[in-house]
């Protein structure tokens, strides 16, 4: 789940944080939500996501159901839950992928 690795014919332009599915996902630091982030165009059990802003930051946190899709957050707040990974893409290692509204690398 590195920013930059091989996934075929394109690159991954995220970075995936291991966590297991149903796992509470929480803010990082004091952060607006902005809406919905859809990492599929087909739906499927874990097409959703939410864009967010804070610390001079923009970015989107796939595979996670949101508690809600805007407001604000402090520091620690329950962003939402991870969604079931598993039932789509059975023994993968479940992940919040994390990416950059530029797509820049976040691991920075």
Excluded: W
Aim: proline share 6%; hydrophobic share 30%.
């Amino acid at each position: 789940g590195d920013y930059g690795a091989s996934r075929g014919n394109r690159k991954h332009m995220g970075l995936d944080i291991v966590c297991s599915d149903g796992d509470t996902v929480y803010a990082p630091f004091d952060v607006k939500l902005n809406g919905k982030a859809a990492p599929y165009i087909k739906n499927n059990a874990i097409n959703d996501g939410i864009n967010l802003s804070g610390e001079g930051l923009c970015f989107k946190l796939f595979y996670v159901k949101p508690d809600r899709y805007s407001g604000t957050l402090k520091k620690g707040q329950k962003i939402g839950s991870l969604l079931p990974m598993q039932s789509v893409y059975p023994g993968i290692t479940s992940h919040v992928h994390v990416q950059m509204c530029d797509k820049s690398d976040p691991t920075k």
